[in-house]
């Protein structure tokens, strides 16, 4: 089973740490053979036990962008981005300079959105729940567009590209591996099996959700005549290094890969500090890998 790690904050760095406390965690995690490196796309932290919306928050383009030089193997990729945050272009442009620049390393993480107090926050329009998804999609067939080399022009519903050429072309071919995330049983289903190689579901909205989820994906695979087993299957785990009854990780790994994941990618409720990352690399890492 694959094992990834997400950095949804950053502690116990602080701004004058930040960059060699990000590129150690990142070498340790590499080094321990994590198979993918995740940091989220927001501006502003989410509350509760990530920290108030002041808390310190890192650029996740960017980020990535520093992950990329500071190691060789892991995948590295959003958990996932919004597609309300930046004109589609743009980002196609960004996950091919990624691609190249990793040495094919990118993942294409985009989701609709949700966050409405950073959208407001930082005077960004915050589209209603159907806009969302029609952007969600205009962006998946911008994507697609422009990962082909097709530089003709490209109209949707909410965006015109008169010459949309993309170089360098991504390294990885046809185009990096698009991972949507979200737990909608429609719509989001349907965009993962038209769109996408792999979907994240999150793993605190319990098993049965998380089971019925995905035969929902099952149905909308047999809807738009995908073969379900092609799309990879991730869940979002958090391990709780502060509360006192956290479950053990091997054994949700375990019941991932009994419910149909194929990949598990962890995220902290505390420090990721020497003692965390060799709990990590020393106990989690190898068993999870050999399920």
Same mark, same amino acid.
């Given at each position: ?10 502690? @116990?760095?602080?701004? @004058? ?9 990142? &070498? ?134 008169? =010459? ?30 038209? =769109? ?12 049965? &959700? !998380? ?16 073969? =379900? ?21 091997? !054994? ?11 990949? !598990? ?27």
């Amino acid at each position: 089973m694959k094992i990834g790690l997400q950095l949804p904050h950053f502690r @116990p760095s602080t701004p @004058p740490t930040m960059r060699t406390w990000l590129r150690d965690t990142a &070498q340790a995690a590499e080094a321990a053979g994590f198979d993918g490196l995740w940091v989220m796309d927001h501006f502003f932290q989410l509350n509760g036990w990530l920290g108030a919306p002041e808390t310190d928050m890192l650029e996740g383009y960017t980020t990535l962008g520093y992950l990329a030089g500071v190691t060789q193997k892991p995948t590295l990729g959003l958990m996932v981005g919004g597609a309300i945050y930046r004109h589609p272009a743009q980002v196609v442009k960004i996950i091919s300079t990624l691609d190249v620049l990793s040495g094919g390393r990118a993942i294409f993480g985009i989701g609709a959105a949700w966050n409405e107090e950073e959208c407001k926050g930082l005077g960004m329009r915050f589209p209603p729940l159907k806009e969302r998804f029609e952007l969600l999609e205009e962006q998946l067939i911008i994507a697609k567009h422009m990962f082909s080399g097709n530089a003709g022009p490209l109209k949707t519903k909410h965006w015109n590209l008169e =010459y949309p050429h993309n170089n360098p072309q991504p390294v990885q071919k046809p185009h990096p591996p698009i991972l949507i995330g979200g737990m909608g049983k429609v719509k989001t289903m349907r965009l993962i099996a038209k =769109y996408a190689n792999a979907c994240n579901f999150f793993g605190g909205r319990g098993e049965e &959700q !998380v089971r019925e989820r995905l035969e929902d994906l099952k149905r909308a695979c047999e809807k738009e005549g995908r073969d =379900y087993a092609t799309i990879e299957k991730t869940l979002l785990q958090t391990i709780d290094r502060e509360g006192a009854h956290d479950p053990d990780p091997i !054994v949700r790994a375990q019941e991932a890969r009994s419910w149909g994941f194929d990949y !598990v990618i962890f995220n902290i409720r505390g420090l990721y500090d020497p003692a965390t990352m060799k709990y990590l690399t020393d106990d989690v890492v190898p068993a999870v890998k050999a399920l």
